[in-house]
């Protein structure tokens, strides 16, 4: 079992540390993303280029990589007979490989994108229940980052009470780490100067 799970959580990560954002806006002539907004290399930092393509296009790779993570994960598992604890490891180390990608000095994104895919490969009723919670809010607020927070915290608890037992603790593990990455956010909600989705650099 060891080793099964050692090799679903090297592919996660491995797939997970991919920084598309980074590569995305370097491939447009964009220069580097870290150097404007709040530095992230997210689907959101993106967005404040003005290009709202290259913006869509991290998004959706940035959760696909969570997805293909716990597929291939499963597939490991499933040989061994270990599917879900390897999907649930696979998806986690994605998730880790995004925040903490060891080709740029473990400094990565915020992992919001990584996190619904990573849902969507292990329990796509709870990404889609996230990605509602997320829009809703966003509407709301327009704050990408309180909408994240609020559905990272109604994530895990719905699973809970529905009965998806691991999909809540995969959920709290990543929800954690995605409240810890936004420190600085929820520093500047409170203190009003969080800026709002679209806001350019």
Sequence with gaps: MTLTLLL??????????????????RAAGLGDIRAIGSGNIGATN????????????T????????TAAVYIAHRIGADAGYAIAAAMAGGLAAFLGHIFPVWLGFKGGKGVATYIGVLLGFLPKL???????????????RYSSLS????????????????ETPAA?????????????????????LNGEEPRIGAKA
């Design 8 to 25: 679903a959580c090297l592919a996660g990560y491995l797939l997970g540390s991919i920084p598309f954002g980074l590569l995305l806006t």
């Design 127 to 141: 990404a889609l229940a996230f990605c509602a919670i997320w829009l809703l809010m966003a509407l709301l607020t």
């Design 148 to 163: 994240a927070l609020v559905a990272a915290v109604v994530a895990p608890i719905g699973a809970y009470m529905v009965g």
């Design 59 to 66: 998004l959706l790779l940035d959760a696909l990589k969570g």
């Design 46 to 57: 993106v967005l404040r280029t003005g290009n709202k393509g290259l913006a869509a296009a």
């Design 169 to 189: 603790m995969l959920a709290l593990a990543m929800s954690g780490l995605l409240i810890w990455k936004h420190q600085a956010n929820i520093r500047r909600l």
